[in-house]
């Protein structure tokens, strides 16, 4: 009886939490596969200066294009890349990608623009982290200080001794750091001072409602504010509208990103977009 028992609830098992873990195990086959035969491809989303409009730079964003599943967004795989150590592998293809593509829009005569790559946590805590970034520059040519990291809030928080002193070892290559979804974090501000960081990009969500919100607009004003009196760079992302653009140049927030311009392209789109800003009158 008590056998029986046990085998009922291992079927209740099987059948009830099966179809969820089946579904997961899936998933992390293909995209172990798809680390074997690179089935990823970057996005490309430019960055303007909110004052004149010209691209500055761009952010690299990872796709997914999968035979099974066609493309794949980032928040449909990044969490399962992320929990089996898979990002470490497809965090380094897309490095040495998006460094490579920048060196090569230079060659092809076009403006010499930063390149931000989105870095999880688990890659900041890899000890090699540093040496790997300093060989993919190595390799691919790229200027180190056209080669912008973006990280979270949430990446420094409860490990701030950590995360200073490998932000001080990537700070030492040359590159730029940026604190993506800022203002998402409920971080200490303190910690602005104690990093070595470049930029911070106001997160999309304090964007969003410009100009019906009237706590958001002062959560960004507030942040450009905080961002020029550091001595910071500051992006506001997810810019969709003129009326949210004409409220970043009122504050004389720097740069701006989002559907607006333009969402994330593909490289050669992006290149044509690239060389229409740059045949432009000054
Ligand atoms: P993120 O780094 O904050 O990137 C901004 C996201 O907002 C992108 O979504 C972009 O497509 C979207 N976006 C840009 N402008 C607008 C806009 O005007 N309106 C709206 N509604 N959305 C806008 P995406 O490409 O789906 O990426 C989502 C997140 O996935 C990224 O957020 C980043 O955290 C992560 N991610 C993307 N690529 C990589 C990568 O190569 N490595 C790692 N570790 N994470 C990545
Ligand atoms: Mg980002
Ligand atoms: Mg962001
Ligand atoms: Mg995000």
Not at 42 to 55: E, W
Not at 190 to 200: S, T
Not at 250 to 276: H, T, W
Request: hydrophobic share 45%; net charge negative.
């Amino acid at each position: 009886k008590a056998k029986e028992d046990g085998r009922k609830t291992f079927s209740y098992f099987t059948a009830e939490l099966g179809v969820a873990a089946q579904k997961r195990i899936e998933l992390e086959t293909r995209l172990r596969r798809a680390v074997e035969r690179e089935e990823f491809i970057l996005h490309y989303q430019p960055k303007l200066a909110v004052d004149g409009g010209r691209i500055i730079g761009c952010e690299a964003l990872l796709r997914w294009l999968s035979p099974d599943l066609g493309l794949v967004q980032p928040s449909d795989f990044i969490p399962v890349a992320e929990e089996t150590g898979l990002i470490e592998a497809i965090g380094e293809w897309v490095l040495r990608k998006a460094c490579r593509q920048a060196v090569q829009w230079s060659r092809h005569g076009l403006p010499e623009l930063d390149v931000a790559v989105n870095l999880s946590a688990r890659q900041l805590w890899q000890a090699e982290l540093p040496v790997r970034i300093a060989g993919i520059l190595h390799e691919t040519g790229l200027d180190p200080n056209r080669l912008e990291l973006e990280l979270t809030e949430s990446v420094i928080m409860g490990q701030e001794t950590l995360a200073a002193e490998r932000f001080g070892q990537l700070k030492s290559l040359g590159v730029k750091l940026a604190i993506d979804d800022f203002g998402t974090g409920y971080s200490s501000l303190a910690y602005l001072k104690r990093f070595p960081i470049d930029v911070l990009k106001i997160d999309r969500s304090f964007v969003r409602d410009i100009p019906d919100d009237a706590n958001d607009m002062a959560i960004a004003a507030a942040i450009v504010a905080m961002a020029r009196a550091l001595r910071l760079t500051v992006v506001a992302e997810g810019v969709e509208t003129l009326a949210q653009l004409a409220f970043l140049a009122e504050k004389a927030c720097y740069a701006y990103q989002g559907y607006l311009f333009s969402p994330p392209v593909p490289a050669e789109d992006f290149e044509r977009l690239l060389a229409a800003d740059s045949a432009r009158k000054p």
